[in-house]
T-cell receptor, first 112, second 116 residues
Framework: GESVGLHLPTLSVQEGDNSIINCAYSNSASDYFIWYKQESGKGPQFIIDIRSNMDKRQGQRVTVLLNKTVKHLSLQIAATQPGDSAVYFCAEKGYNFNKFYFGSGTKLNVKP | GAGVSQSPSNKVTEKGKDVELRCDPISGHTALYWYRQSLGQGLEFLIYFQGNSAPDKSGLPSDRFSAERTGGSVSTLTIQRTQQEDSAVYLC??????????????FGSGTQLSVL
């Protein structure tokens, strides 16, 4: 079956630094990817998405990079803030399958 | 409210009892998902409803789990004869697939189920 995994389970960064969270996916048929942020006690919240016809997409302080050759996805957060502390999940979906598969998540700790 | 609503937010039950978890999706969203999240883990797919199509039940872990979606809106996840390993957060999400194929899931806050 499909699998989506993350390289680092926990990431600690200093406030103001940039953060990079990585994700590997295994299904080459996946063509749509989303990053979610989950704060304690809450459901995941949409951050940014990207389709497979793109390599990069930017949002407010966040950038998602997609490398289809090695099936790798990353989320970059600029000038990380304490409010960015959360667990981040990547999710993949393909045209030929109707549900999202989620990775196991990376916990981001932002140190003041 | 405009978001996905789940109830109850917390449920404590005894082993062997049945439980029902409810999800009110965003109005007009045609797709509804149930996921399970164990402590410190990722999201495990359970079941998916899309419009009037037959649901995708491929993620349900056993026949003790079932779900319904009435009138294309509210969904109920039922767990019969609960076991301690059923303890988890049960998350519901809804979406309205876009014409360009992009589909953003909107999640509820989940139901924390504790089986004693």
């Amino acid at each position: 079956g499909e699998s989506v995994g993350l390289h680092l389970p926990t990431l600690s960064v200093q406030e103001g630094d940039n953060s990079i969270i990585n994700c590997a996916y295994s299904n080459s048929a996946s063509d749509y990817f989303i990053w979610y942020k989950q704060e304690s006690g809450k459901g995941p919240q949409f951050i940014i998405d990207i389709r497979s016809n793109m390599d990069k997409r930017q949002g407010q302080r966040v950038t998602v990079l997609l490398n289809k050759t090695v099936k790798h996805l990353s989320l970059q957060i600029a000038a990380t803030q304490p409010g960015d502390s959360a667990v981040y999940f990547c999710a993949e979906k393909g045209y030929n399958f109707n549900k999202f598969y989620f990775g196991s998540g990376t916990k981001l700790n932002v140190k003041p | 409210g405009a978001g996905v609503s789940q109830s109850p937010s917390n449920k404590v039950t005894e082993k062997g009892k049945d439980v029902e978890l409810r999800c009110d999706p965003i109005s007009g969203h045609t797709a509804l998902y149930w996921y399970r999240q164990s402590l410190g883990q990722g999201l495990e797919f359970l079941i998916y409803f899309q419009g009037n199509s037959a649901p995708d039940k491929s993620g349900l872990p056993s026949d003790r789990f079932s779900a319904e979606r009435t009138g294309g809106s509210v969904s109920t996840l039922t767990i019969q004869r609960t076991q301690q390993e059923d303890s988890a957060v049960y998350l519901c999400a809804s979406s309205n697939a876009q014409q360009d194929g992009n589909e953003k899931l909107f999640f509820g806050s989940g139901t924390q189920l504790s089986v004693l």
